[in-house]
Nanobody
Framework: QVQLVESGGGLVKAGGSLRLSCAAS????????TGWFRQAPGKEREFVAV????????KYVDSVKGRFTISRDNAKNTVYLQMNSLKAEDTAIYYC???????????????????WGQGTQVTVSS
């Protein structure tokens, strides 16, 4: 079992930055792929970014490319999402999720991931 805890959310003005953290505990290793998803009110959960276990390959949804960066600190069992140039449309609850080994071609699908955190709220004021 793997437990995930997100932190770092909050209220920020448009154009500002936040860094989200996803701390893992339990049966963790660098071989776990970890993704970030978000869900705005009345919308489906949306893929944001993922970092693959092992090789560290990263993928992003087009709307955050160039603004968000996902990274991993294996010594701390923590994955980060650095969010810059935030926009009002980035407002959502952000969740991290993990699965063992690589991500394959369906990295954007929530059903691929076995473990989820409780989420952290990000609100961007315009």
């Amino acid at each position: 079992q793997v437990q995930l805890v997100e932190s770092g959310g909050g209220l920020v003005k448009a154009g500002g930055s936040l860094r989200l953290s996803c701390a893992a505990s339990g049966r963790t290793s660098s071989m776990y792929s970890t993704g970030w998803f978000r869900q705005a009110p009345g919308k489906e959960r949306e893929f944001v970014a993922v970092i693959s276990g092992g090789d560290g390959l990263t993928k992003y949804v087009d709307s955050v490319k160039g603004r968000f960066t996902i990274s991993r600190d294996n010594a701390k069992n923590t994955v980060y999402l650095q969010m810059n140039s935030l926009k009002a449309e980035d407002t959502a609850i952000y969740y991290c999720a993990a699965k063992y080994l690589g991500i394959g071609g369906r990295y954007y699908s929530p059903t691929l991931y076995d473990y989820w955190g409780q989420g952290t709220q990000v609100t961007v004021s315009s």
